[in-house]
T-cell receptor
Framework: NAGVTQTPKFQVLKTGQSMTLQCAQD?????MYWYRQDPGMGLRLIYY???????DKGEVPNGYNVSRLNKREFSLRLESAAPSQTSVYFC??????????????FGPGTRLTVL | AQSVTQLGSHVSVSEGALVLLRCNYS??????LFWYVQYPNQGLQLLLK??????LVKGINGFEAEFKKSETSFHLTKPSAHMSDAAEYFC??????????????FGQGTTLQVKP
């Protein structure tokens, strides 16, 4: 049982390049999330998927797109990377049945640098 | 709007000393509150959560937190710090409202340093 996995672990991009961050969970969870973590700002929600086939914007969606490929996988795409997107990206999942007290389970993160 | 504020971005304690990490919330509806811990180069993991069942919540690794409505606080404590407690700690609140179920708002984080 691997929990939440993310690939790649590290990535360096040049401004304007595109890339997709992959996330998968093996806990049969309904809900999945993408966050970015920046120093002194905590975690901020980029996009959210309550269930397979649905996605919703979070606090900071500009410059990103997501795809909930199936129940297990939730990918985050940067179409034209900018230096402001240099950050650590975390994927998380939750059962989606716990309502307001649902626990989120996090992946190990992807460290992205945009030059 | 709901929010959490963590007082002190960096806290340093000696091994064996009391750990106190502060979190205050703002919410016009009953809040559901969480503490997550992030060890170096890892993702976050749940320490404990307040679900309104009890105001004193016990979590993993000897941590506990007390919900105080009158003070709008949910401070995290541990009686005796261990070197392995060195990490970043995040307080979070669940967002109420249609379409928000499951979403969390995180505080800025507090880095705990434990000195030998």
């Amino acid at each position: 049982n691997a929990g939440v996995t993310q690939t790649p672990k590290f990535q360096v991009l040049k401004t304007g390049q595109s890339m997709t961050l992959q996330c998968a969970q093996d806990m049969n969870h309904n809900s999945m999330y993408w966050y970015r973590q920046d120093p002194g700002m905590g975690l901020r929600l980029i996009y959210y998927s309550a269930s397979e086939g649905t996605t919703d914007k979070g606090e900071v969606p500009n410059g990103y797109n997501v795809s909930r490929l199936n129940k297990r996988e939730f990918s985050l795409r940067l179409e034209s990377a900018a230096p402001s997107q240099t950050s650590v990206y975390f994927c998380a999942s939750s059962s989606g049945t716990g309502g307001l007290v649902d626990t989120q389970y996090f992946g190990p993160g992807t460290r992205l640098t945009v030059l | 709007a709901q929010s959490v504020t963590q007082l002190g971005s960096h806290v340093s304690v000696s091994e064996g000393a009391l750990v106190l990490l502060r979190c205050n919330y703002s919410s016009s509806v009953p809040p559901y509150l969480f503490w997550y811990v992030q060890y170096p180069n890892q993702g976050l993991q749940l320490l404990l959560k307040y679900t309104s069942a009890a105001t004193l919540v016990k979590g993993i690794n000897g941590f506990e937190a007390e919900f105080k409505k009158s003070e709008t606080s949910f401070h995290l404590t541990k009686p005796s710090a261990h070197m392995s407690d060195a990490a970043e700690y995040f307080c979070a609140v669940s967002l109420h409202g249609s379409g928000n179920t499951g979403k969390l708002i995180f505080g800025q984080g507090t880095t705990l340093q434990v000195k030998p």
